[in-house]
């Protein structure tokens, strides 16, 4: 009887717990949409951060997030130029389909605009309920415009609309969203109002302010780009410091002050190296934020820069080494002009101090955001995710090749595939190609072209199928074997 009872009372446990409903379960947590933070330094070359060989000064704060994250020594800039370089970025094309594929003016300021309808990776993320906000420097699309940050995506933006503009500090005016703001501690030729510092300020309160809800901050600094000027306090930490000096003579008054030329500096070695050490407190500050918001362990952070050195305004890339061993600076389609540093930290997620030698360019960075959020992504993109490599995984997916063009100076071309690089200059002219293998010879000295026609010929006809007609940016293209 006792046998029985015990029997019928487990038939009857059984009974109660297999007919509870799917309700009655724990829930699963639910996935947090991480925030994502995208510094994109101006100008910046590959050498110009301590951890890859600077030496005539410190990035103490670039540093620590590489040793916080994931260090990528294959990394690609959209373009060798800063507008073409941010739309590959915003768009996940590469300058062979992206619209905006050159710095085209439009007077009285700002840049030829971004088409309406462009499907960018901040209007993306604000489909899935991201708070997104731009600060820094634009350049794809003049103010009103369909090209502009608020028509692209983005909740929030302030900085320079205009590249050309951007060439300086001290400007008259930033943009706030749709709005001018006079800045009137510059008017004249006073300069009291760092630009920087302005929108460095904005994009810490746009964390504070968004710190409940999934953000993405794009943060497009202009620096350390074309004139060379830092406020006293940093410029007195190098001065006398970084012989032998050098000087540059720009424009420092009439109608056309502060509208694009560069302005005079007597230091100019100072001044780049106070300005990079300025831009290295700024990502310091940014990344400080975010661990006392409590949001470290659920925000990606990114570094790059669009392109090589520049040398303008008094800039001296040789002085510093800017490049390191690459050959070639801003305006080329040589690794000096297009290779750059990557950093990506994600704690708990990506391994700390770790290096990738994945090939990844700025186009890649829209469908790797579009795989964390879980987006599906349109099968034209030219970019890859590569998600599985911030997270050390095997099932990297690998890029069938990497192609840029450049319009000025006579038209270049250049395309990568695995450890070939074929490069183009004078396009217009017919120019020759070049050929070099980058396992052996990263610095491009040694043109193969010659003995190694077959090879020429293989990457010629990629090269030339890589990109769509442009109304905007006509390229006369010129094929290996003659006129195309």
């Not at 379960?25 to 639910?30: L, N, R, V």
């Not at 088409?115 to 708070?131: C, D, I, S």
């Not at 415009?145 to 008259?172: I, V």
């Amino acid at each position: 009887m006792k046998a029985t009872k015990f029997l019928l009372g487990v038939f009857c446990f059984f009974i109660i717990f297999s007919c509870k409903t799917k309700e009655d379960k724990p829930k699963e947590k639910e996935t947090k949409l991480p925030n994502i933070v995208y510094i994109l330094a101006d100008d910046l070359g590959y050498g110009d951060i301590s951890f890859t060989g600077q030496e005539k000064f410190n990035t103490p704060n670039i540093d620590k997030l590489a040793r916080e994250g994931m260090f990528f020594t294959q990394h690609y800039s959209g373009a060798t130029v800063c507008a073409p370089s941010r739309s590959a970025l915003l768009t996940g094309q590469h300058t062979g389909h992206t619209p905006i594929r050159g710095n085209k003016e439009v007077l009285p300021e700002g840049q030829w605009p971004i088409p309406k309808g462009t499907f960018t990776l901040a209007q993306m993320l604000k489909e899935k309920g991201y708070a997104t906000g731009a600060f820094g420097k634009w350049g794809l699309g003049y103010p009103g415009s369909e090209g502009e940050p608020l028509n692209q995506g983005f909740d929030t933006f302030y900085g320079y609309n205009c590249q050309r503009l951007g060439h300086h500090y001290y400007p008259y005016h930033l943009w706030d969203n749709t709005s001018k703001v006079i800045l009137k501690g510059n008017q004249g030729y006073k300069k009291e109002e760092y630009a920087p510092n302005l929108i460095h300020n904005k994009a810490i309160s746009f964390m504070e302010k968004h710190k409940e809800a999934p953000f993405f901050m794009y943060y497009p600094s202009v620096i350390p780009h074309a004139e060379l000027a830092a406020p006293k306090e940093y410029m007195d930490l190098f001065l006398g410091k970084l012989e032998p000096e050098k000087s540059f003579i720009g424009r420092d008054s009439g109608e056309e002050y502060r509208n694009g030329d560069y302005e005079s500096q007597e230091n100019t070695h100072a001044a780049f190296a106070a300005m990079v050490t300025l831009l290295d407190n700024q990502v310091g500050e940014i990344v400080k934020k975010i661990t006392e918001l409590g949001l470290e362990e659920n925000t990606l952070i990114i570094f790059t820069s669009d392109n090589g050195p520049h040398i303008e305004g008094g800039a001296d890339p040789d002085y510093f080494n800017s490049n390191g061993i690459y050959r070639g600076y801003k305006r080329d389609l040589y690794e000096g002009g297009i290779h750059v540093p990557m950093i990506a930290k994600w704690k708990g997620v990506i391994k700390e101090n770790t290096t990738a030698n994945h090939i990844s360019a700025f186009w890649d960075v829209l469908p790797t955001l579009g795989e964390i959020i879980g987006t599906e992504m349109d099968k034209n993109l030219d970019g890859i995710s590569f998600l599985p490599t911030l997270k050390s995984k095997e099932n990297q997916e690998q890029h069938s090749h990497l192609y840029w063009e450049f319009h000025e100076k006579g038209g270049r071309q250049a395309i990568r595939k695995g450890k070939w690089k074929l490069v183009r200059y004078n396009i217009k002219k017919g120019g020759a190609n070049e050929l070099y293998n980058l396992d052996e010879d990263p610095g491009e000295t040694n043109n193969l072209a010659g003995s190694l026609n077959d090879k020429v010929v293989e990457l010629s006809i990629i090269l030339e199928e890589s990109r769509t007609p442009s109304e905007v940016y006509k390229f006369k293209q010129t094929a290996f074997n003659g006129e195309k």
